[in-house]
């Protein structure tokens, strides 16, 4: 996984306000209603960034780097049309 690299990277270089962010969707949030033609395997596979970026955000407290490298929130951008024929 690109981020278990870059968390190694970030820990061996011991550098100073290094930050983790990991982009998601509005469409991650169950109390959104479904779009028509959604499919649930991407609502799914959305929330599984917030999970995975809460997971990664506990190991770093547990480690001791939370002073160094900082976990963020998912960015959820909304929904964009996209223009494709």
């Not at 930050?19 to 991650?28: A, E, G, Y």
């Not at 799914?44 to 407290?61: D, P």
């Not at 547990?62 to 959820?76: P, T």
Request: aromatic share 2%; with cysteine; net charge positive.
């Amino acid at each position: 996984m690109v981020t278990q690299q870059a968390v190694q990277s970030m820990k061996a270089g011991g550098g100073d306000n290094c930050i983790v962010l990991n982009v998601n969707s509005v469409l991650s949030h169950p109390k959104l209603k479904l779009v028509r033609g959604f499919r649930s395997i991407y609502a799914a596979s959305k929330h599984a960034v917030a999970g995975v970026t809460s997971s990664l955000r506990g190991e770093i407290i547990e480690q001791g780097l939370a002073d160094k490298i900082r976990v963020m929130v998912s960015l959820h951008p909304s929904t964009t049309p996209l223009l494709i024929p």
